[in-house]
Antibody
Framework: QVQLQESGPGLVKPSETLSLTCAVS?????????WGWIRQPPGKGLEWIGA???????HYDPSLKSRVTISVDTSKNQFSLRLSSVTAADTAVYYC??????????????????WGKGTTVTVSS | DIVMTQTPLSLSVTPGQPASISCKST???????????LYWYLQRPGQPPQVLIY???KLFSGVPDRFSGSASGTDFTLKISRVEAEDVGVYYC?????????FGQGTRLDIK
């Protein structure tokens, strides 16, 4: 049974970098799938941040692209999110998820089928 | 970006009664590969979302068959044939035919 677990600081100061890790158990990341991050601001809906393929190829939401880096570490079977220059608007519950996908010459199409429980990140001084 | 619009934003249902949630996309979600890239998720209170329906009308593994999805052009519907107490939460539609993935605003379902 695949399980995902987010970890990282719960409090980040404005202008600093948010860093989270998602540990995957029950499945080897190097075997396939895309792996992604989604966030949910307090009392609001879901926002997709981006995803990384096991090869390291990435996709990001254009609105966050200049500040986001998602990377994969197959040796540790985990993937990570870095979000720079954070503000209060980045306060949210951050989820990691497995993303089954289809791919052809028109690009990737994927969804989320297994989610972590989420971790709350607050941006405040 | 593709905009997903859900209606209603909230509904209150008596147990055993049906419920229906609509979602409309600003672009077609039907790909040339024949698949329709529309998904339905349920987020129970304090929980991460879970997928209910994939590719507009296919029931995800383990999901009760009282849930069903349908599509007509850019209009999509999630139906619950008989609402149960465990169906309480927020329902989201999501498209994945084009990046970035985008979600509807969510529809909150509670029990009368």
């Amino acid at each position: 049974q695949v399980q995902l677990q987010e970890s990282g600081p719960g409090l980040v100061k404005p202008s600093e970098t948010l860093s989270l890790t998602c540990a995957v158990s029950g499945y080897s990341i190097s075997s396939g799938y895309c792996w992604g991050w989604i966030r949910q601001p307090p009392g609001k809906g879901l926002e997709w941040i981006g995803a990384v393929y096991h090869s390291g190829h990435t996709h990001y939401d254009p609105s966050l692209k200049s500040r986001v880096t998602i990377s994969v570490d197959t040796s540790k079977n985990q993937f990570s999110l870095r979000l720079s220059s954070v503000t209060a608007a980045d306060t949210a519950v951050y989820y990691c998820a497995r993303q089954p996908h289809y791919y052809d010459n028109s690009g990737y199409r994927y969804y989320m089928d297994v989610w972590g429980k989420g971790t709350t990140v607050t941006v405040s001084s | 970006d593709i905009v997903m619009t859900q209606t209603p934003l909230s509904l209150s249902v008596t147990p055993g009664q049906p419920a229906s949630i609509s979602c409309k996309s600003t672009q077609s979600l039907l790909h040339s590969d024949g698949r329709t890239y529309l998904y339905w998720y349920l987020q129970r209170p304090g929980q991460p979302p879970q997928v209910l329906i994939y590719e507009a009308s296919k029931l995800f593994s383990g999901v009760p068959d009282r849930f069903s999805g349908s599509a007509s052009g850019t209009d999509f519907t999630l139906k619950i044939s008989r609402v149960e107490a465990e169906d309480v939460g927020v329902y989201y539609c999501m498209q994945s035919i084009q990046l970035p993935l985008t979600f509807g605003q969510g529809t909150r379902l509670d029990i009368k």
